[in-house]
Protein backbone atom coordinates (compact mmCIF):
# COMPACT_ATOMS: atom_id res chain seq x y z
CA UNK A 1 0.00 0.00 0.00
CA UNK A 2 1.74 3.26 -1.22
CA UNK A 3 2.32 5.78 1.55
CA UNK A 4 2.26 3.38 4.27
CA UNK A 5 4.43 0.07 3.62
CA UNK A 6 7.27 2.11 3.07
CA UNK A 7 7.01 3.02 6.56
CA UNK A 8 6.45 -0.10 7.96
CA UNK A 9 9.54 -2.25 6.08
CA UNK A 10 11.31 -4.20 8.34
CA UNK A 11 14.75 -4.50 6.40
CA UNK A 12 14.40 -0.26 6.88
CA UNK A 13 13.82 -0.71 10.51
CA UNK A 14 16.55 -3.19 10.97
CA UNK A 15 18.78 -0.15 9.39
CA UNK A 16 17.47 1.96 11.42
CA UNK A 17 18.08 0.32 14.65
CA UNK A 18 21.81 -0.93 13.49
CA UNK A 19 22.30 3.34 13.01
CA UNK A 20 21.49 3.63 16.50
CA UNK A 21 23.59 0.88 18.13
CA UNK A 22 26.56 2.83 15.84
CA UNK A 23 26.03 5.67 17.76
CA UNK A 24 24.55 5.11 21.02
CA UNK A 25 27.28 5.17 23.95
CA UNK A 26 24.87 6.39 27.28
CA UNK A 27 21.80 5.41 28.79
CA UNK A 28 18.40 7.66 27.45
CA UNK A 29 15.62 8.02 28.75
CA UNK A 30 13.13 8.95 25.56
CA UNK A 31 9.37 10.01 26.45
CA UNK A 32 7.16 9.99 23.32
CA UNK A 33 4.04 12.03 24.12
CA UNK A 34 1.52 11.20 21.86
CA UNK A 35 -1.16 7.75 22.90
CA UNK A 36 -1.11 7.00 19.10
CA UNK A 37 2.45 6.60 18.97
CA UNK A 38 2.89 4.59 22.04
CA UNK A 39 0.31 1.43 20.38
CA UNK A 40 2.50 1.92 17.64
CA UNK A 41 5.27 1.00 19.80
CA UNK A 42 3.52 -2.08 21.51
CA UNK A 43 1.91 -2.97 17.96
CA UNK A 44 5.44 -3.10 16.78
CA UNK A 45 7.24 -4.38 19.33
CA UNK A 46 9.90 -1.15 18.67
CA UNK A 47 11.00 -1.46 22.16
CA UNK A 48 12.08 -5.39 21.92
CA UNK A 49 14.45 -4.52 18.90
CA UNK A 50 16.09 -1.48 20.72
CA UNK A 51 18.95 -1.42 22.57
CA UNK A 52 18.74 -1.58 26.33
CA UNK A 53 19.99 1.46 26.84
CA UNK A 54 17.23 2.96 25.62
CA UNK A 55 13.99 3.28 27.70
CA UNK A 56 10.77 4.76 26.12
CA UNK A 57 8.77 6.56 28.53
CA UNK A 58 4.96 6.98 27.92
CA UNK A 59 3.32 10.56 28.14
CA UNK A 60 0.09 12.31 28.31
CA UNK A 61 -0.54 12.49 25.22
CA UNK A 62 -3.75 10.36 25.56
CA UNK A 63 -6.77 12.89 25.32
CA UNK A 64 -9.40 10.80 26.95
CA UNK A 65 -7.10 9.85 29.76
CA UNK A 66 -6.14 13.69 30.63
CA UNK A 67 -9.81 15.23 30.40
CA UNK A 68 -10.37 15.45 34.07
CA UNK A 69 -13.12 13.85 36.82
CA UNK A 70 -14.61 17.64 36.85
CA UNK A 71 -15.62 17.58 33.03
CA UNK A 72 -17.05 14.11 33.06
CA UNK A 73 -19.20 14.95 35.87
CA UNK A 74 -20.51 18.12 34.17
CA UNK A 75 -21.06 16.20 30.67
CA UNK A 76 -23.12 13.55 33.24
CA UNK A 77 -25.29 16.78 34.82
CA UNK A 78 -25.57 18.17 31.58
CA UNK A 79 -27.28 14.75 30.09
CA UNK A 80 -29.74 15.17 32.85
CA UNK A 81 -31.38 18.17 31.48
CA UNK A 82 -34.91 18.84 30.24
CA UNK A 83 -34.56 18.14 26.29
CA UNK A 84 -30.69 17.75 26.46
CA UNK A 85 -28.51 14.96 23.86
CA UNK A 86 -25.56 14.96 24.88
CA UNK A 87 -22.91 13.85 22.53
CA UNK A 88 -19.54 12.92 22.63
CA UNK A 89 -16.32 10.18 20.80
CA UNK A 90 -17.54 6.47 21.92
CA UNK A 91 -14.03 6.11 24.29
CA UNK A 92 -15.16 9.22 26.66
CA UNK A 93 -18.29 7.38 27.39
CA UNK A 94 -16.96 5.10 29.18
CA UNK A 95 -14.75 6.71 31.36
CA UNK A 96 -15.73 6.72 35.22
CA UNK A 97 -16.81 10.13 36.58
CA UNK A 98 -16.44 10.84 40.57
CA UNK A 99 -19.26 8.19 40.67
CA UNK A 100 -20.03 6.46 36.90
CA UNK A 101 -20.09 6.99 33.76
CA UNK A 102 -21.73 8.68 31.00
CA UNK A 103 -22.58 5.16 29.71
CA UNK A 104 -23.99 4.40 33.14
CA UNK A 105 -26.14 7.99 32.98
CA UNK A 106 -27.54 6.74 29.54
CA UNK A 107 -28.36 3.39 30.93
CA UNK A 108 -30.34 5.05 33.48
CA UNK A 109 -32.07 7.24 31.35
CA UNK A 110 -30.30 10.39 30.24
CA UNK A 111 -30.10 10.89 26.41
CA UNK A 112 -26.09 10.36 25.14
CA UNK A 113 -25.13 9.66 21.92
CA UNK A 114 -21.97 8.60 20.36
CA UNK A 115 -20.68 10.71 17.61
CA UNK A 116 -17.72 10.32 15.49
CA UNK A 117 -17.06 14.03 14.99
CA UNK A 118 -18.56 17.45 16.14
CA UNK A 119 -20.08 17.73 12.66
CA UNK A 120 -22.55 14.64 13.73
CA UNK A 121 -23.80 17.02 16.65
CA UNK A 122 -24.20 20.10 14.35
CA UNK A 123 -26.53 17.63 11.70
CA UNK A 124 -28.58 16.60 15.17
CA UNK A 125 -28.94 20.05 16.11
CA UNK A 126 -30.24 20.99 13.15
CA UNK A 127 -32.58 17.37 12.82
CA UNK A 128 -33.98 17.98 16.28
CA UNK A 129 -34.83 21.71 16.65
CA UNK A 130 -36.60 20.90 20.03
CA UNK A 131 -33.91 19.37 21.08
CA UNK A 132 -30.79 20.88 23.30
CA UNK A 133 -27.52 19.18 21.66
CA UNK A 134 -24.08 19.46 23.77
CA UNK A 135 -20.77 18.54 22.06
CA UNK A 136 -18.84 17.03 24.95
CA UNK A 137 -15.38 18.81 23.19
CA UNK A 138 -11.98 16.84 24.52
CA UNK A 139 -8.49 16.83 23.05
CA UNK A 140 -5.66 18.68 22.06
CA UNK A 141 -4.79 20.84 18.98
CA UNK A 142 -5.20 18.40 16.66
CA UNK A 143 -8.99 18.19 17.13
CA UNK A 144 -9.79 21.78 18.72
CA UNK A 145 -10.01 23.46 15.08
CA UNK A 146 -12.68 21.14 14.13
CA UNK A 147 -14.57 22.01 17.58
CA UNK A 148 -13.94 25.83 16.92
CA UNK A 149 -15.46 25.06 13.04
CA UNK A 150 -18.34 23.39 14.09
CA UNK A 151 -18.91 26.63 16.70
CA UNK A 152 -18.78 28.81 13.67
CA UNK A 153 -20.70 27.00 11.46
CA UNK A 154 -23.39 26.60 14.18
CA UNK A 155 -23.54 30.70 14.06
CA UNK A 156 -23.51 30.96 10.11
CA UNK A 157 -26.95 28.26 10.30
CA UNK A 158 -28.00 30.49 12.63
CA UNK A 159 -28.82 27.21 15.03
CA UNK A 160 -30.45 28.19 18.62
CA UNK A 161 -29.76 24.56 19.71
CA UNK A 162 -26.27 23.79 19.26
CA UNK A 163 -23.89 23.72 22.64
CA UNK A 164 -20.29 23.13 23.34
CA UNK A 165 -18.60 21.65 27.05
CA UNK A 166 -14.96 22.80 25.63
CA UNK A 167 -12.23 20.37 27.72
CA UNK A 168 -9.95 20.81 24.55
CA UNK A 169 -6.25 21.09 26.06
CA UNK A 170 -2.83 22.10 24.94
CA UNK A 171 0.37 20.29 24.57
CA UNK A 172 3.09 22.19 25.30
CA UNK A 173 2.06 23.73 28.82
CA UNK A 174 2.32 19.88 30.09
CA UNK A 175 5.47 18.82 28.35
CA UNK A 176 6.67 21.81 30.49
CA UNK A 177 5.51 20.74 33.97
CA UNK A 178 7.08 17.19 33.21
CA UNK A 179 10.40 18.78 32.54
CA UNK A 180 10.04 20.67 35.78
CA UNK A 181 9.06 18.14 37.67
CA UNK A 182 11.53 16.28 39.61
CA UNK A 183 9.87 12.95 39.69
CA UNK A 184 10.01 12.00 35.72
CA UNK A 185 13.76 11.59 34.08
CA UNK A 186 13.14 12.91 30.27
CA UNK A 187 16.47 13.31 28.46
CA UNK A 188 14.81 13.23 25.24
CA UNK A 189 11.07 14.25 23.47
CA UNK A 190 8.98 12.92 20.71
CA UNK A 191 6.72 15.36 19.63
CA UNK A 192 3.41 14.44 18.34
CA UNK A 193 3.35 14.98 14.57
CA UNK A 194 -0.15 15.38 14.30
CA UNK A 195 -0.60 18.27 16.63
CA UNK A 196 2.94 19.78 14.99
CA UNK A 197 0.52 19.64 11.87
CA UNK A 198 -1.65 22.13 13.32
CA UNK A 199 0.25 24.53 15.49
CA UNK A 200 4.15 24.09 14.03
CA UNK A 201 6.98 23.28 16.14
CA UNK A 202 8.15 27.09 16.80
CA UNK A 203 6.83 26.90 20.58
CA UNK A 204 9.04 23.92 21.39
CA UNK A 205 12.21 25.86 20.54
CA UNK A 206 12.51 27.76 23.50
CA UNK A 207 11.28 24.42 25.60
CA UNK A 208 13.68 22.42 23.81
CA UNK A 209 17.02 25.24 24.39
CA UNK A 210 15.38 25.96 28.78
CA UNK A 211 15.28 22.92 29.85
CA UNK A 212 18.27 21.17 27.26
CA UNK A 213 15.69 18.57 26.19
CA UNK A 214 16.42 17.50 22.06
CA UNK A 215 12.92 17.25 21.15
CA UNK A 216 12.03 15.49 18.10
CA UNK A 217 8.43 16.04 15.74
CA UNK A 218 7.61 12.96 14.70
CA UNK A 219 4.80 10.69 12.53
CA UNK A 220 3.38 7.42 14.15
CA UNK A 221 4.81 4.38 11.53
CA UNK A 222 7.30 2.17 13.06
CA UNK A 223 9.95 3.18 11.01
CA UNK A 224 9.03 7.36 11.71
CA UNK A 225 9.10 6.45 15.31
CA UNK A 226 12.41 4.29 14.89
CA UNK A 227 13.97 7.51 13.03
CA UNK A 228 12.54 9.81 15.33
CA UNK A 229 14.35 8.08 18.36
CA UNK A 230 17.67 8.21 16.21
CA UNK A 231 17.72 11.65 15.47
CA UNK A 232 16.92 12.15 19.71
CA UNK A 233 19.88 9.96 20.33
CA UNK A 234 21.98 11.63 17.89
CA UNK A 235 21.22 14.70 19.46
CA UNK A 236 21.81 13.73 22.59
CA UNK A 237 25.29 11.18 22.08
CA UNK A 238 26.67 15.06 20.60
CA UNK A 239 25.27 17.39 23.48
CA UNK A 240 22.60 19.43 21.03
CA UNK A 241 19.50 20.17 22.15
CA UNK A 242 17.32 21.37 19.17
CA UNK A 243 13.79 21.06 17.41
CA UNK A 244 14.28 18.40 14.29
CA UNK A 245 11.14 17.40 12.44
CA UNK A 246 11.26 13.72 11.37
CA UNK A 247 7.58 14.36 10.22
CA UNK A 248 8.37 16.61 6.85
CA UNK A 249 6.19 15.01 4.71
CA UNK A 250 3.12 16.68 7.29
CA UNK A 251 5.26 19.21 9.39
CA UNK A 252 5.80 23.08 8.79
CA UNK A 253 7.69 24.67 10.69
CA UNK A 254 4.62 27.21 11.00
CA UNK A 255 1.81 24.59 11.29
CA UNK A 256 -1.82 25.51 9.50
CA UNK A 257 -2.06 28.91 9.80
CA UNK A 258 -6.06 28.40 9.19
CA UNK A 259 -6.66 26.08 11.70
CA UNK A 260 -4.90 27.73 14.02
CA UNK A 261 -6.62 31.49 13.19
CA UNK A 262 -9.72 29.43 13.34
CA UNK A 263 -9.20 27.93 16.92
CA UNK A 264 -8.17 31.20 18.26
CA UNK A 265 -10.73 33.40 16.81
CA UNK A 266 -13.37 30.78 19.05
CA UNK A 267 -11.16 29.95 21.75
CA UNK A 268 -9.45 32.25 24.76
CA UNK A 269 -6.48 30.01 26.28
CA UNK A 270 -7.29 29.09 30.16
CA UNK A 271 -5.26 27.11 33.39
CA UNK A 272 -7.04 23.49 32.96
CA UNK A 273 -6.65 20.92 35.38
CA UNK A 274 -5.13 17.48 33.58
CA UNK A 275 -6.89 14.35 35.06
CA UNK A 276 -3.96 12.81 37.25
CA UNK A 277 -1.79 15.28 37.10
CA UNK A 278 -3.44 18.84 38.66
CA UNK A 279 -3.50 22.35 37.47
CA UNK A 280 -0.98 23.47 34.61
CA UNK A 281 -0.68 27.23 33.94
CA UNK A 282 -2.10 28.33 30.06
CA UNK A 283 -3.11 24.88 29.43
CA UNK A 284 -6.44 24.71 28.33
CA UNK A 285 -9.15 26.55 25.72
CA UNK A 286 -11.97 28.35 26.76
CA UNK A 287 -14.91 29.56 24.14
CA UNK A 288 -14.38 33.21 24.01
CA UNK A 289 -17.33 35.94 25.08
CA UNK A 290 -18.30 36.59 21.68
CA UNK A 291 -19.67 32.65 21.12
CA UNK A 292 -20.75 32.30 24.86
CA UNK A 293 -24.72 31.84 24.35
CA UNK A 294 -23.22 28.15 23.10
CA UNK A 295 -20.74 27.70 26.10
CA UNK A 296 -22.99 24.89 27.70
CA UNK A 297 -20.88 26.33 30.81
CA UNK A 298 -22.58 29.47 30.53
CA UNK A 299 -25.83 27.96 29.27
CA UNK A 300 -26.80 25.32 31.66
CA UNK A 301 -26.31 25.50 35.46
CA UNK A 302 -23.77 22.94 36.77
CA UNK A 303 -22.56 22.19 40.15
CA UNK A 304 -18.96 22.65 39.10
CA UNK A 305 -17.49 21.66 43.15
CA UNK A 306 -16.78 18.31 42.47
CA UNK A 307 -13.88 16.76 44.75
CA UNK A 308 -11.11 14.54 43.08
CA UNK A 309 -12.08 11.00 43.70
CA UNK A 310 -9.93 8.45 45.63
CA UNK A 311 -9.40 5.35 43.18
CA UNK A 312 -7.35 2.38 42.85
CA UNK A 313 -5.63 3.44 39.61
CA UNK A 314 -1.98 4.92 39.24
CA UNK A 315 -3.31 6.67 36.08
CA UNK A 316 -1.47 10.01 36.67
CA UNK A 317 1.59 8.03 37.57
CA UNK A 318 1.29 6.42 34.14
CA UNK A 319 0.50 9.59 32.21
CA UNK A 320 3.82 11.61 33.38
CA UNK A 321 6.24 8.43 32.59
CA UNK A 322 6.47 7.91 36.30
CA UNK A 323 5.49 4.10 35.93
CA UNK A 324 4.46 1.57 32.98
CA UNK A 325 1.08 0.04 33.30
CA UNK A 326 2.61 -3.29 34.28
CA UNK A 327 3.59 -2.03 37.70
CA UNK A 328 0.20 -1.08 38.29
CA UNK A 329 -0.95 -4.25 40.61
CA UNK A 330 -4.53 -3.96 38.87
CA UNK A 331 -3.45 -4.15 35.31
CA UNK A 332 -4.51 -7.62 33.60
CA UNK A 333 -5.84 -8.40 36.66
CA UNK A 334 -8.72 -6.29 38.51
CA UNK A 335 -8.45 -3.34 35.34
CA UNK A 336 -8.91 -4.47 31.53
CA UNK A 337 -10.41 -3.32 28.44
CA UNK A 338 -13.78 -4.84 29.43
CA UNK A 339 -14.08 -3.93 33.06
CA UNK A 340 -11.69 -0.50 33.21
CA UNK A 341 -10.73 1.08 36.37
CA UNK A 342 -9.66 4.14 35.06
CA UNK A 343 -9.01 6.45 31.37
CA UNK A 344 -5.96 4.72 30.10
CA UNK A 345 -7.61 0.93 30.17
CA UNK A 346 -10.88 2.92 28.75
CA UNK A 347 -9.10 4.64 25.82
CA UNK A 348 -8.12 3.50 22.23
CA UNK A 349 -4.72 5.75 22.85
CA UNK A 350 -4.12 5.14 26.60
CA UNK A 351 -1.28 3.05 27.19
CA UNK A 352 -2.53 0.37 30.08
CA UNK A 353 -5.14 -0.29 26.86
CA UNK A 354 -2.16 -0.75 23.99
CA UNK A 355 0.14 -2.43 26.90
CA UNK A 356 -2.84 -5.24 27.32
CA UNK A 357 -4.26 -5.69 23.67
CA UNK A 358 -0.48 -5.73 22.11
CA UNK A 359 0.97 -7.17 25.58
CA UNK A 360 4.20 -8.46 24.57
CA UNK A 361 5.59 -7.28 28.17
CA UNK A 362 5.55 -9.39 31.04
CA UNK A 363 3.37 -8.32 34.20
CA UNK A 364 5.74 -6.82 36.59
CA UNK A 365 3.86 -7.82 40.24
S1 LIG B 1 -4.02 -0.68 34.67
FE1 LIG B 1 -6.03 0.20 35.12
S2 LIG B 1 -5.94 0.73 37.27
FE2 LIG B 1 -3.83 0.48 36.57
S3 LIG B 1 -3.18 2.53 35.92
FE3 LIG B 1 -3.97 1.49 34.12
S4 LIG B 1 -6.12 2.14 34.03
FE4 LIG B 1 -5.41 2.58 36.10
Same mark, same amino acid.
Given at each position: ??????????????????????????????? *??????????????????????????????????????????????????????????????????????????????????????????????????????????????????????????????????????????????????????????????????????????? *????????????????????????????????????????? *???????????????????????? *??????????????????????????????????????????????????????????????????????????????????????????????????
Amino acid at each position: MKFIDEYRNADDSKRIVDKIKNILRHNWYIM *EICGGQTHTILKYRLEEILPEKITLLHGPGCPVCVTSVEFIDKAIQLSFHKDVILTSYGDMLRVPGTKYSLLYSKSIGANVKTIYSPIDALKLAKDYPDKKIIFFAIGFETTAPATASSIIQARKMGLKNFFVLCAHVLVPPAIEILLKSQLTKIDGIIAAGHVCTVMGFK *EYIPIAKKYKVPIVVTGFEPNDLLLGIFMTVKQLEEGRYDV *ENQYKRAVREEGNMSAKKIMFDVF *EVVDRKWRGIGFINNSGLKIKKEFEDMDAEKVFSLNTQIDEIDTECIAGLILQGIKKPVDCLNFARKCTPENPLGAPMVSSEGSCNAYYKFGSVKINN
